[in-house]
């Protein structure tokens, strides 16, 4: 481990499961200073004291999102908020170069038009509060944009089931082997990307032993699946989503559809997705002989891929699995970090999870 | 209720999810005599002892599958058997003009090529044991083959993954409004769909928070879905079938996607659906507004399809939802015996479910 | 079945877990007319809009509670509500003759002394509203206080806890089996208990995969357990209770240990447990041999106990397996209504779930 | 971290849960080298094709117990396995100078005649395969015999629920504080605690939504609880203990109750819990006002007490939770480990677990 000044960071929303994900993280991450537990309620308290699992780990005070002394203390901000809060901070944090990833919707659009219409589906009015830092922010996902994180200091961590999506047909857009206006991806997710507070829908009683889809084709996360995927493709792709949550905690499992195109009917596709995802150090790629589920990933950063093409449909079939607090929100986020700071972008991510 | 002499029913297999669901709806179906539970083990039990719910609701003696007395006391059986076993049953129950619901694959398929196909997919090498009976055979699933389950005295029960999928698109094949090159059944199904024989992937904490996905492309139940398709259309369906397991107890959700054609682009599907099934006891269908889930239709023989469209991809998203042991098993196989025997369809299936 | 005018029934909190469960139960009760659906909010909609899995079954539309207009056309209510709303109507439902079965504390102590402990212990400081009428009340537990339930027009329905414990350490307390001061109960619940409102602690993500004790010696049962158990008894009861919630959604398995006198020593407590629950309807006595457990009983107005003794230590060890929401909650109040109106105990009370 | 040589080590059991569990712990231990993977199956498989969230972890060939060159290459041995097989290869290890901790019921008596009656209790009928052992074998519970487990070279990890049970009580019989004949254990547990076999009991749909209480007053761990409270105090204490099995993945909550001898009336018991247990890594004491659950210590090796005292019935209570996969089985050994090489007794035991 090379001598590293450690950097010092602060979690904004540090009591919700995406910045209780980070901060599990970043308390094995050799160059990182934890300095601030930032949230708008509940300062004062040890965190130990919410989330008993910490204690001996983490027993810091949080402190008053409010009160912002924290931002002469840190050189690095992840905010762990809900839609609408990051923007308030980003332009401040800006002109003090602290650099940002945030776990929302607010960075993911380098257009303000793109960022309107996403708004303008989770219901917000009000106009993004700094959209001059648009433009220079970079969208999150490693795997198809690491050279603009890494040269930006605003990162926008991808949607949990947009980042499940794009990598299951990223190399299908980018290697031309699809025709554009087959696109379908059917999500399930755990619950846990519902957010820690609790809803009628999720109360224990209403989801045990039930599945149910919500927001056909109106679910927020396909802006960003859209506006990335044409990035990587010569034409707009047409794409149907249908998201389901099913009863089970952490875990995404994307079952993604599309024909292939004439030129590319039998294609080696698991070879092709192999290749593409060669020097990726958290996607592999497995083909269809393969027995893979969320349980394999649990915990973990990884996003398992299994490349199935089905001859006599001529279609392409991907499933994606990763765990949706972790590639799904923190520990892409931390990856993230890695790769803006320079530090080797498994750094802190290696952590091998308890089977069963 | 009219005067009615009631019917001698035996149940062969009646210690799997598939008999002892069709012994929980025949106890109390006013025109069944349940005469015989039978079975190739535990028989010389008393069934309430195996199953203590059933304890002063039916306390029969189970009899021995191979002692063949109970042949002489029924008019009308249930084999709830895997695969392989009622053919061996069906010629001698024929001669003694003994009608048959088969809960397996054996009698799905009239032809015997198709059945074939059938057993070599699920690794059966053993000829089928009455090939002579097939012809006569009625596929049972009443909403698209109501007049054949009529005349016929040897039922083939759909698979429950084949039925939540065919009711998902059966009006958008007869009606004309899909391209039949398009087709993809995304399902998803509760682990008693599996059968209560223990199996290392669904030990409890094996599939506890997983999801898994299994036989892409490979399912054996997407061949009658298939089979029953192209008779409800006027070509050859192209289908693709992922099917994956979710750690729940009962219940099917498949989501069906399909490209409308272009005569029927914008067309009022929820509509068409409506009016396909206005006449059906057992399928409701809702429009895209409606909150569905599987929990809705938990312990009954209901099958709740939401009709979606999406117009920017031209996309028909039908979401169907059935509880696999009902609609999907026992309760589509007491259906098809009321069809029989000319009773009211909803015959002993009016059950109300408790919530949660 | 006799000829009958049915009971025109109301039930206020009809879209709590405990008003659905006896709108499901009364639907099916050949003496009942369900008349009123009464609810503080969501009035004027549908009632199966809310539930689906009612359509078809009840439709009707849900009436507002303040609006009193359905006071005069109901001779019986169910009040499926929490602590301080019965009490609030009582009085006005006495004057008019409607009946009334409680489902909260409002009703379970004569005496106003007990019911203020009752309301300190769940932090209630307004004093009770019609006091004058505790002492004509039933505590509404049939097994060991049937003949007053008969007698009374306003009975009190159980905690399902008490129910559960009560049950289980009656026939030691009746005839003298056991240590007065030794009895501890160690009670476990599905989450259906907590009721229908949302809550951090019950949001799926939070007691998936997890087990916790809470309210030690500080449950509120506790004080109707006490209550109860020291009028069967010769003396006064000390009463150990520790609750715990467990990741189901509904079940109670209560463990109750007492020390065997020294009289009582090796006596047949099978025996006498079988011989004290001889009539009931709804108590089924196991000896030790018997492989029990709450699914068993699932759905069902049934308590199945297990009556052991270890006679190495003297214990007599009881465990009492009921649904919370059936026997515990809407099932045992239907079986007071039957008891009030002089119906077979059972009528509305056997129908069969299904297994799994 | 001091210069160290790393030891040698082999799992003998290694596909198991506790196999597995030992396995994901001792990658990170910085002074062990994980020599040998040893099955009597599977062998010649890489281990991370059965076991997939291991890959690039552990990609080990497993190697066959029975050729036994295994022996050669290690100084030390963790046995996995089921009862019966570690006194198989005891001797022959011992000769060769490896140390081992074994995980079965094998070596947790020091007398043959406890042995004999714990063998009893589990239907074995075979004598013990090398009797001459157990007494220099000591009992694997640190926190009660760390002396003997430093000088010892085969030692007996014990009983996940005996864990628990015995840190609940320990204090309370080690400072004399509860009468010896009142001690009673109620004890829920994970399903994971049944071992990675399938088992018709615990097939997802049997005990999903279910609770199931078993071997009341028969389950073998009684003995070594039993065994080692009477080692702590001056008499033979009574014991009861009811085990329940709920549908969860990890976890053990005990509830263990026992009246305070006179003398001790109104003590301060968590004060003399915090005294017992102030050096010990692994155990935190908390007070009644604290709420705990099992999820705090999942995937931990904690052990989390909460002392509780019910005056009014001279009562302690006191509430235990472990995961019974950890502490409750390949953590303890890995403490044990530690305590027999002179290790920092957390070394590799610190790995904070994700939530939820």
Redesign the interface.
């Known amino acids: 481990m090379p001598k590293q000044k450690k950097i010092n960071v602060g979690i904004i929303g540090c009591l919700g ?1 995406g910045g ?2 980070t901060i ?1 993280l970043l ?2 991450h050799p160059y990182v200073e934890l300095t601030a537990l930032i949230n708008r309620t509940e300062f004062g308290k040890k965190i130990s004291d919410l ?5 001996g ?1 983490c027993d810091q005070t949080i402190l008053n999102m409010d009160d912002t002394k924290w931002q002469n203390r840190i050189e690095m901000i992840f905010c762990a908020t809900p839609d609408g809060v990051a923007q308030n901070w980003a332009a401040q944090c800006y002109k003090k170069g602290i650099r940002m990833i945030d776990f929302s919707g607010d960075f993911r659009f380098k257009r303000i038009e793109n960022y309107k219409i996403y708004a303008s589906r989770i219901g917000r009015e009000s106009p993004h509060a700094c959209p001059e830092l648009l433009k220079g922010s970079a969208y999150g996902l490693p795997e198809i944009n690491r050279i603009n994180i890494k040269k930006s200091s605003l990162v926008g961590n991808p949607g949990c089931f947009a980042t499940a999506c794009i990598l299951a047909m990223a190399p299908a857009l980018k290697e031309n082997l699809v025709d554009l ?2 696109l ?1 991806f ?1 999500g ?1 997710t ?3 990307g519902a957010g ?5 829908l ?13 927001k ?2 109106r679910h927020q996360h396909v802006l960003e699946i859209k506006n990335q995927l044409s990035q990587l493709s010569s034409g707009a792709p ?3 989503f ?1 998201p ?1 949550v ?6 995404i ?1 994307v ?1 993604a ?1 599309a ?1 292939a195109l004439p030129a590319k009917i039998n294609a080696d596709f698991y070879k092709i997705y192999r290749k593409f995802y060669q020097n990726e150090p958290f996607v ?1 790629v497995f083909s ?1 002989n393969d ?10 950063n990884f996003c ?1 891929l ?1 490349v ?1 093409y ?1 001859a ?4 392409l ?1 991907v ?1 994606s ?1 990763i765990d949706n ?1 972790m590639k799904g929100q923190a520990g892409n986020a931390v990856q993230n970090f890695n790769i803006m700071y320079g530090f080797p972008e498994d750094t802190g991510l290696n ?6």
Do not use: Q, W
């Open positions: 499961y209780i994900g599990e308390l094995s989330f008993p699992h910490l204690l780990h206006k087959t379908i059917d399930k755990g619950i846990s820690k507070k609790p809803n009628p999720y109360h224990y009683p209403e989801i045990y032993d039930n599945m149910r889809s919500y056909i084709n047409a794409v149907d249908t389901s099913m009863p089970v905690n952490r875990g499992l079952s559809y024909k592999r269809k027995a893979l589920c969320t349980a394999d990933v649990r915990g973990t398992h299994s199935n089905n006599e449909t001529n279609s079939i499933i699995h607090l952590k091998l999870m308890p089977h069963p």
